[in-house]
């Protein structure tokens, strides 16, 4: 059974850094790109970037180049999305999720609530 | 970048009826085009992909299709546990993905 299992919520303050993770069981990781959504509070979906984990090609979209970094270690099946300046504007839910090879997103983490705030 | 418009952006129907939902893109995206559905807390779960091709284990009355330029989500017959935020995504050659903004489903 394919499964994304991410890592638990966290509570940080505006300037504090972060690295939340994504770890894929019941296939091979490395041949799937894993990918990264952003839904604010209320809000809609926002692809936020993805990484092939088998040879670290990443892609961001123009929205969120800079702003994070995207990785992932092959060896323990875990793909990550770090901050190195946290923001109040980067309270969210964060998901993985697996690009099935359709561009579409057949999997998804269970997503791990983010807030930031003084 | 592409843009992705979704028509409406709430509605409410009744137990029974057909919906339909449009989302179109600002450029030809080559059916490269799926829509995923989100129930409150949840994470979303993809429904159809490649504009057209339902997703393994999804029931039927679950279809997409394409009228022109734009694409349609079609629900056949409403059911209560369809109540839920639907998005459709497109991606394109260069692995960037694009989601619409999001159409509400309630029960009348």
């Known amino acids: 059974e394919v499964q994304l299992v991410q890592s638990g919520a966290e509570v940080k303050k505006p300037g504090e850094s972060l690295k939340i993770s994504c770890q894929g069981s019941?296939?091979?990781?490395?041949?799937?790109?894993v990918g990264w959504v952003r839904q604010m509070p209320g809000k809609g979906l926002e692809w936020m970037g993805i990484?092939?984990?088998?040879?670290?090609?990443?892609r961001y979209s123009p929205s969120f180049q800079g702003q994070v970094t995207i990785s992932a270690d092959r060896s323990i099946n875990t793909a990550y999305v770090q901050w190195s300046r946290l923001k109040a504007s980067d309270s969210a839910i964060y998901y993985c999720?697996?690009?099935?090879?359709?561009?579409?997103?057949?999997?998804w983490g269970q997503g791990t609530k983010v807030t930031v705030s003084s | 970048d592409i843009q992705m418009t979704q028509s409406p952006s709430s509605l409410s129907a009744s137990v029974g009826d057909r919906v339909t939902i449009t989302c179109r893109a600002s450029q030809d995206i080559n059916n490269h085009l799926n829509w995923y559905q989100q129930k409150p807390g949840r994470a979303p779960k993809l429904l159809i992909y490649?504009?057209?091709s339902l997703q393994t284990g999804v029931p039927s009355r679950f279809s997409g299709g394409k009228s022109g330029t734009d694409f349609t989500f079609t629900i056949s017959s409403l059911k209560p546990e369809d109540v839920a935020t639907y998005y459709c995504q497109q991606y394109d050659d260069l692995l960037v993905f694009t989601f619409g903004p999001g159409t509400t489903v309630d029960i009348k």
């Open positions: 990484i092939y984990p088998g040879g670290s090609d990443t």
């Open positions: 019941g296939y091979t990781f490395a041949t799937y790109w």
């Open positions: 999720v697996r690009d099935g090879g359709s561009g579409a997103f057949d999997f």
């Open positions: 490649d504009a057209f």
